[in-house]
């Protein structure tokens, strides 16, 4: 994808722009992305009273390449309430999934309690993105010694065999973790070229180079822009 002639667009794959720090500017926020170059934004929700209005969210800015994952976070675990986690989750994750680019975010954070409901959850993620054959938004903290194990025992999901060596991707996650020149302020899509510019400089190559690759990546793996 490219947003003109020798430029290469770019893909926040990761910001909450679902959140209330972002409810007074929410389309400016959306119009500076884009001028910024940024083509594609996908939002990930953190738990099942959201999904509608993180759905409409990348319904109203599909044009400006807004997309969503749909999953619980699991930093979000100990406060669900009975109706967010009623029912059979992969059921319900599968049939949300239609709607949506990617399932998640989920996983584990060791952090933060409940963590026999949050390793319950996130095998309903893992299940629910191998049937419905969609990329998987894991989430982990503390956690790096349960995650891959969860995963080995859940078996590979089916975007896994597509994904190849290379899986380098840049994210804001908006509105946390602004970049260096916007630290303690809201973080917004329009700094992830500020994120490649980081990125680059410690890889020892070019802003355009992580560009090009970090964007081919996200359309390969999320396959929606």
């Known amino acids: 994808m490219t947003a003109g002639a020798g430029t290469t667009a770019l893909i926040d794959t990761h ?12 389309d400016a926020v959306v119009a500076r992305a ?15 009273r959201t999904w509608n ?33 009623a029912g059979d989750l992969t059921a319900r994750l599968i049939d949300a999934a239609r709607d949506a680019t990617a399932i998640g975010e989920c996983g584990l954070d060791g ?19 191998r049937e419905a054959n969609k990329p998987l938004v894991i989430h982990v903290l503390r956690a790096h010694d349960a995650a891959p194990r969860i995963l080995r025992e859940e078996g590979p999901i089916a975007a ?4 190849p060596a290379e899986l380098l991707l840049v994210e804001t996650d908006a509105p ?9 302020g809201r973080s917004e899509p329009a700094f992830v070229t500020q994120v490649i510019a980081g990125l680059a400089a410690a890889r020892g190559t070019t802003a355009a180079e992580i560009a090009a690759l970090t964007t081919t990546n996200a359309c390969r793996i999320f396959g929606a822009w």
């Open 160 to 163: 896994a065999r597509a994904i």
């Open 15 to 26: 910001c909450h722009l679902d959140v209330a720090a972002f409810d007074a500017d929410r």
């Open 176 to 184: 946390d973790q602004a970049p260096e020149a916007h630290r303690g």
């Open 111 to 129: 952090g933060t309690g409940a963590h026999a409901l949050q390793e319950q959850i996130f095998r309903a993620h893992v299940r629910a993105a």
């Open 34 to 48: 884009t001028g910024a170059g940024v083509a594609g934004i996908l939002i990930p929700a953190i738990r099942p």
């Open 53 to 85: 209005v993180v759905r409409a969210l990348a319904h109203r800015h599909a044009a400006a390449g807004v997309r969503c994952a749909l999953g619980i976070h699991p930093q979000i675990v100990p406060e669900l309430a009975p109706d967010e986690l």
